[in-house]
């Protein structure tokens, strides 16, 4: 059945640094495209480079934002099989099973045409592409469960290899915005015992060692030793640069997950791979992400994030000042009612 509802609004990128609340119209569903209520959504670093335009040429301006929301799904197209009207869902840049039904095309009330990738969530209503989505297992901690549309999961999948590990039970993490803080509770989950958590900011390192860090510094250059695993979330190319410094060789390994701007490039000095540290990437394969999903939740199902969030909810009206609040640190995630 057609959903009512026809006109909603969606915080669109008209240009570099210049968002505006739009009043989008519901389009007809394509095949494997879902109609989905956003309830909650935030923002990550992705979306702060998408909108200074550090992610290079931005070919789909006026487009659509956002990655990472809970919702209720309210329409499906009839190729639709895996999930229903009604349900529960949280929507993720992280690819499920299901079909691919790619990006969403809109216009505003006043004809003016806006893009939209398979996902976007800074919107009250968006059409989602069917693997995009995941059906939550219940209605628990809603609001937590908003991070395993990005962070949450990302820090899921960095660690899952390293969990059956018995190789070591240390563990650096070096950036604690969401991405790092959630690999926090991931190691906390996982049984490490020495949960070293580094950010300039003092009070993201309190929330670390809220969250489970037992060792928190200001800088990564404050270490004394070198470590097995070295997490770097930070996306600074020198931050990366150091963390070989503090890396064993001979075995140790550094898992890159932060967002490096585009075209900054690593002038790597070889022997330090020579020397047997590994460098590697978090995401070894391109199988949906389902199976580690439903573990995912089941995980954190009685766990409360307040911390990422913070005193201050935003809505779609304050994007902005949440953007802002985001850029100067004062939030994790900010949280956006829609
Ligand atoms: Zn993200």
Redesign the pocket.
Known sequence: MVYKKKVFKAAVLIKKNTIKILDLVKPNLKPFQVFVKIKYSSI?H?QLQEIQGDRGIDKFLPHCLG??AIGEVKETHKSVKKIKVGDKVCLS?IKNDGNDAGGSTYSDINGLKINAGPVHTLNEYAVISENRIYKLKNNKNLKSKLLLG??MSTAYNTLHDEFNSNFTKTIVIIGCGGLGLSCVVMAKLKKFTKIIAIDKFKKKQEIARELGATDTFSSIEKLKQKFDIVLECTGDIEVLKSSFKFTKEFGGKIVLIGNYPKGQKLNLDPWNVIKGITLKGAWLDNNPFNKKFIELEKLIENKKFNSFFGQNIYNLKNINTALNDFRQGRTVRPLIIT
């Open positions: 990550c992705t990655h990472e840049w990005c962070a």
